[in-house]
């Protein structure tokens, strides 16, 4: 340890560090300056912790907290109150924010752009952005809320009233954005209690191993540490999972290791630093077994078995099946036939919040956890039986998440954190690193896909057969639902009248593969609309007309047999972009199209729940509880705007949050239904509030009074289920996008029109669509995670492909509302469709562009990939995939 000596925000401080610490985690873990955030440390790529080191914009995760003697350090903490509030209220109005993760390093690096250059253009401004990462809002919004800002220090701006009761269909400033914007509003690696200690995780450096001993002594006598747990220290069942419970939490001695994200043992310590030195004490043995890493060798029956709590036996962990009609009839009597064997890439969701959670020992047994995940009842079920107790003695908040795209529904630091509070008798926190982080997690399933699709002389479809298979991983997750959901989305938003499609799921020791936004349905996607744009060219006929004449519309039948009865808007969609469409081809652009759909709710035969409860305080405010996970789409604002729809109260009343004070457990906020189905639940706990109110009674008088509203969708069919009319899914979203090229064959212009019900909020409505263009744009040309002997080839983010606001187009956002007779004042799910199409867009652009069809992605060695700025995996390790 050495004394660093510097001045914080204007103060002499003085701290004791290690000679390995960085100033982030110094400043962090010891000052309580947390604007400045760890989302890559000590890679200093995604700028979340950029601070102002002796007037100078540094990324102080990378540098050494010794190197920091004697300097001048300011962080947002730091700069004037009153500018610091114009700042958070700039973000908030241009909504520059979802998860909001990332922003406080923004809010820094434009204020220090601005102390030398008041007035940046647009093209300063993204280059300023350009040391930044945001997952969430595709740039725009961010670049519109950097020039504001600039705009509000030159006395051109100033907050005000927005001027909205916050009604549905208005843009009512998203919950809490100011104080995110600025840092204001703590994440849960924020959080500090006093004798808090800190946890740190021995995670297996192999895909397929046997442990043959754990050897702890070592790391329990290094200084500072409290308790080293490993599996004998479980008092419950180790093992658990969403679906399966085939994942253990810490895995035993003559047990395998099936991924290199297994858990051996956990360290606490007094420090964070301790706790990660110590964990590289503990010493494991382990006789390194043949990995299975290819799902076809995986299938067959001479190929080990990777995780023998599979029930069937074997490594297949679903086969879905889709039959109607006679398809080979179907292709005897084509005009046209093309098929082709497509292939995806592994995916790693990059949320900017790494995972991290808070375990807090309570009084008689009880616990509580601040958790991020993205259904805290699932974490409260899965905990509980981790450590042997009955779930009404675990407690669980959600705080703000920062982000997690389906990579935060399964369980990742949860249960050894509460474990290590439940042996100590302490507070815990435990936080992943990046590098941790990127092996642990599952990611976006690869999958193959062989696709035969058929058509008449006029283009018409007149069969598709496919056959999938997706790499799972060495866990169950929600892999099996993923692989169903690619199958029944197999065909597109496309009358088809025969289809024949298996999906295969398949365990591999390779990372496991759960849910990522689009649930399979992007993957599917970039097939079938590759086979549209070969067979458009055999019939004679362009892109959009082949759609047009083969699109779904109220009364067809989706590739699962369900027939829509109402809510069909992909002709309006089509129509939305059909001027643009022309007027490129005109002009002599690449232009290129694809449509899509996304389910809305899991479906599928699976009761889903949507429940409120709405609480007047003694302060009258409103609170309103909702189980699903406000994770940066907006979730606890739209449902502020269904409550002040049916109470006429206004916004500012109403606090929404997520615990689990009621019982609301409600699953995972997947399957784009958290809007949908919270919607519904808080518009009928919300009637009854506006009831009371109307007979004449007043908030004073309502004090206490709970106004709860439980609703059951029950009436979905299993894909399986013959047994009576198909009906899979609750409600479907519709989507057209358009990828128009530059003469070098760069992404010049995405437009996407889509049809969303209702739009709640067009702001955040926008938002998220802008977003999803950004992860979908990124899906088609630089993203992946290739992995050599099961471990991931690199955990850098510039390698791992996210895109820099420097690479994205122009986008153009078409909201339409063909309501949904099921959903809240029409609404469907808006969160996952943004992206289905668009690398299916992309790839029908470059088709346009040099006639060349892509049957892999990411088309990095494209025109339009090799424009990107990221994505760049050296030598050897570009080859694994």
């Known amino acids: 340890m050495s004394t660093l000596h510097f001045t914080l925000n204007g103060k002499p401080c003085q701290l004791e560090v290690d000679a390995t610490e960085t100033l982030l985690h110094a400043v962090r873990d010891r000052t309580g300056n947390c604007s400045v955030k760890d989302g890559c440390s000590p890679q200093g790529q995604c700028g979340c912790c950029l601070a102002m080191v002796d007037g100078r914009a540094i990324t102080i995760c990378s540098l050494p907290a010794t190197k920091a003697e004697g300097k001048s350090v ?293 616990m509580k956890l601040y958790t991020q995940g993205q259904g805290i009842f699932d974490d409260r079920r899965q905990v509980a039986t981790f450590l042997g107790k009955p779930e009404e003695d675990i407690e669980v908040e959600l705080l703000p998440n920062g982000g997690a795209f389906g990579g935060k529904e399964d369980m990742s630091v949860q249960s050894q954190t509460a474990l290590m509070a439940y042996l100590t008798g302490k507070p815990v926190k435990l936080t992943l690193s990046r590098e941790e982080s990127v092996r642990m997690h599952p990611k976006r399933h690869p999958l193959w896909m062989q696709y035969k699709v058929g058509c008449d002389a006029e283009g018409k479809l007149t069969a598709v057969w496919s056959r999938m298979v997706g790499d799972s991983g060495a866990y169950a997750s929600v892999g099996g639902k993923v692989l169903e959901r690619a199958a029944g989305h197999c065909c597109g938003p496309y009358v088809v009248p025969n289809v024949e499609i298996e999906a295969f799921a398949v365990y591999t020791n390779n990372p496991p593969c759960g849910a990522m936004r689009g649930f399979g349905v992007n993957q599917s996607a970039f097939a079938m609309e ?128 997520v615990d689990t004070k009621f019982q609301l457990g409600s699953g995972q906020t997947t399957g784009s239904r958290a809007t949908f189905f919270v919607g ?92 999803s263009l950004h992860m979908g744009l990124g899906y088609a040309l630089s993203e992946e995670l290739p992995c050599l002997d099961g471990m991931p080839v690199t955990t850098k983010l510039r390698d791992i492909g996210v895109l820099r606001a420097q690479d994205m187009p122009k986008m153009e956002i078409i909201l339409l509302e063909v309501p949904s007779a099921e959903g809240p004042m029409g609404a469907k799910g808006v969160g996952e469709i943004g992206l289905v199409p668009t690398a299916a867009a992309v790839a029908s652009a470059l088709y346009a562009y040099d006639g060349e069809t892509r049957y892999r992605l990411p088309m990095k060695e494209s025109p339009a990939g090799k424009a990107m700025s990221v994505g760049r995996i050296r030598g050897e390790r570009a080859t694994w995939r």
């Open 530 to 657: 590759g086979c549209l744009d070969q067979l458009a060219t055999k019939v004679g006929i362009d892109g959009w007309t082949i759609r047009r004449r083969n699109a779904l519309e109220n009364g067809q039948m989706v590739t699962t047999g369900q027939v829509l009865k109402e809510g069909v808007g992909l002709i309006e969609t089509l129509e939305a972009v059909k001027s643009r469409y022309y007027e490129a081809l005109e002009a002599g652009k690449k232009v290129g199209i694809a449509c899509g759909l996304k389910n809305t709710g899991i479906g599928n035969g699976v009761a889903e729940w949507g429940k409120a409860r709405l609480v007047v305080e003694e302060d009258l405010t409103v609170s309103i509880y909702i189980g699903y996970t406000e994770m940066g789409q907006g979730l606890l604002t739209v449902a502020t705007q269904f409550a002040v729809e049916m109470t006429g109260l206004p916004a500012h009343i109403f606090r929404p949050k």
């Open 74 to 366: 300011v962080t947002l903490e730091g700069i004037d109150a009153d500018l610091r509030a114009t700042y958070a209220a700039c973000f908030a109005e241009a909504a520059g924010l979802q998860c909001g993760f990332c922003i406080p390093g923004i809010v820094m690096r434009a204020h220090h752009m601005f102390e030398k250059n008041p007035d940046p253009q647009p093209a300063e401004i993204v280059k300023a952005l350009d040391g930044h990462l945001c997952r969430c809002t595709g740039y725009k919004k961010i670049q519109d809320a950097v020039a504001l800002m600039a705009r509000a220090r030159r006395g051109e701006w100033k907050p005000g009233a927005h001027g909205v009761a916050g009604k549905v269909g208005e843009s009512l400033v998203r919950y809490q954005a100011g104080e995110t914007a600025i840092g204001a509003r703590p994440y849960v690696d924020d959080v500090h209690i006093d004798g808090m200690l800190y946890a740190a995780m021995v995670l297996s450096p192999h895909a397929r191993a046997k442990v043959i001993s754990i050897d702890t002594g070592a790391a329990e006598a290094f200084p500072g540490v409290v308790r080293v747990a490993t599996y004998k220290d479980v008092p419950g069942d180790r093992y658990y999972g969403l679906l399966l419970a085939d994942w253990p939490g810490l895995v035993a001695e003559g047990e395998e290791v099936r991924y290199v994200g297994d858990v051996v043992a956990v360290v606490a310590a007094e420090s964070r630093f301790q706790a990660r030195e110590a964990a590289k004490a503990v010493q494991v043995e382990y006789e390194v077994l043949p990995a299975v890493l290819d799902p076809e060798y995986g299938m067959l029956p001479e190929a080990p078995v990777v995780n023998p709590r599979n029930p069937k036996g074997h490594n297949l962990l679903s086969h879905s099946h889709i039959s109607r009609g006679d398809v080979e009839a179907a292709f005897a009597n084509s005009a046209h036939i093309v098929e082709g064997k497509w292939e995806t890439q592994r995916i790693e969701h990059l949320f900017l919040e790494p995972e991290s959670c808070v375990a807090v020992p309570l009084e008689g047994g009880r």
């Open 680 to 771: 519904k639940a808080v518009m009928s706990a919300a009637a009854k509030l506006g009831e009371a109110l109307k007979s004449g009674k007043r908030l004073e008088a309502l004090q206490g009074e709970i106004f709860a509203a439980d609703i059951l969708v029950d009436d979905t069919t299993a894909l399986y289920d013959k047994s009576k009319p198909p009906k899979t899914h609750s409600a479907y979203s519709f989507a057209t996008q358009l990828c128009i090229l530059d003469e070098d064959g760069k992404v010049a212009e995405l437009i996407a029109a889509h049809d969303v019900g209702k739009v709640v909020n067009p702001q955040l409505c926008e938002g998220q669509l802008e977003g």
